[in-house]
């Protein structure tokens, strides 16, 4: 059996918790001596059995949509000899759907996000958002088997796509290395801390994530606001996706600055021993996403003893134990698919009662974050996703 694992992500070139995701799995297949073939997005990389594919120069100048259907195309057509092509966000999906036609082998999709469900896109894509709707619902419905990565993702992609077949759906959970991520508070990663400016000795909330509107950042810096002086906001955030919410940010920065200290920001990507070095020494992490399908994020802060406080939204849930590894903070949302809080001033609210709760009982918050690393442990190690993994590659292949 040889898997052909397309993708845009992949090291070195990550950004979000879809490649994360690409990465860790592959790794885990190969260790189970399945052949597993990567074809992605990007400049060329050493890995054995991973093919690169750049941009046609061709369609330097089109939206950005088409230069990926580029891309699919020629992905597409090097599939020849695989068992089972992999799909993994819309930007692949279409080299996906288009193998399995040509070479007529199976395709299977994880569903890391769902562009009904991100409309906001379309301020970053313009006409080019309808394009990839249209790729996703294609490859969707064309699918052998979809993969979502959690329960919540499930019924969205049911939703989503109606007449999808419920029995091709099936659900295997994003995964942690809690070998690679664990707490670390060395002196050499305390003095890291140091030089960003961040006082261990403080209690701290810490976010990480890319600035985009389904990661909820705007709410959590009103939110903040109200926490007592001495706790520190640590930010690692960037790669924003419109000018416009990165003005809507920096804006809500510079007035948090104006009313307290010990605001860091830090838009750099950060190599995973720094980010582990940040999640150490903080006192609780927060994800206050209005759309997030599992939250690779969640499963990295809870393998470094770091306690959630997180939304009760999508697959967070499935991840965060109200009252055992952190703390849920309930949403009320709008059915328009944007995820926007029905009561803006009321999420914020009770985030901000959340977090409060975390900063003020450091014992407490520290026996959930013990709790945390115990559950992605027992719950979320690589090796048994990556079976679950090839029992779907199986399944399409009876």
């Known amino acids: 059996m040889r898997i052909d694992v397309l993708t845009k992500e992949y090291p070195p070139t990550i950004y979000g918790g879809a490649g994360v995701h690409v990465t860790e799995l592959v790794k885990a297949l190969r260790a189970l001596d399945i052949e597993t073939q990567v074809r992605a997005f990007g400049g060329p990389r050493d890995e054995t ?121 099936h659900v295997v959970h994003n995964g942690i290395d809690t070998v690679q991520w664990a707490r670390d508070v060395s002196p050499s990663a305390v003095a890291f801390v140091e030089s960003v400016g961040v006082d261990p000795a403080r209690p701290s909330v810490i976010f990480v994530g890319r600035i985009t509107r389904q990661k909820g950042l705007p709410y959590l810096l009103q939110a903040v606001a109200s926490l007592p002086p001495e706790v520190q906001i640590i930010l690692c955030a960037g790669a924003p996706d419109t000018p416009e919410i990165l003005a809507e940010v920096e804006s809500l920065v510079a007035s948090l600055r104006e009313s307290r200290d010990g605001v860091v920001w830090i838009t750099e990507m950060l190599p995973r021993h720094q980010v582990v070095a940040l999640l150490s020494a903080a006192t609780v992490f927060v994800c206050p996403s209005i759309y997030e399908p599992l939250g690779i ?30 703390w849920l903070v309930p949403i009320e949302q709008l059915s328009d698919g944007t995820g926007t809080p029905v009561s803006p001033e009321t999420f914020v609210a009770d985030l901000s009662s959340a977090l409060a709760q975390a900063v003020s009982d450091p014992e407490e918050a ?3 974050g013990i709790a945390g690393r115990e559950r992605a442990i027992s719950h979320f190690g690589w090796e048994a996703i990556a079976r679950r993994t090839v029992e779907v590659y199986e399944s399409v292949l009876r």
């Open 49 to 169: 059995d991973t093919t690169s594919y750049a941009d046609l120069p061709e369609l330097a100048a089109a939206n950005a949509t088409l230069q990926t259907l580029g891309v699919d195309l020629t992905i597409a057509a090097d599939c020849a000899g695989a068992s089972v092509v992999h799909s993994h966000t819309w930007y692949a999906n279409m080299a996906g759907h288009l193998a399995s036609l040509l070479h007529g082998v199976p395709h299977v999709i994880t569903a890391h996000s769902l562009e009904p469900l991100r409309p906001w896109k379309a301020e970053q894509l313009g006409g080019g958002y309808a394009v990839s709707s249209w790729v996703e619902k294609t490859a969707y419905l064309g699918a052998d088997a979809v993969i979502a990565v959690s329960e919540g993702m499930r019924k969205d992609v049911l939703a989503s796509y109606p007449t999808l077949d419920p029995a091709r759906v």
């Open 366 to 368: 520290r026996r959930r």
């Open 297 to 326: 994020v969640n499963l990295e802060a809870m393998a470094c003893e770091l306690p959630v406080v997180g939304t009760a939204t999508g697959g967070i849930p499935e991840v965060v134990v109200d009252g055992q590894t952190g």
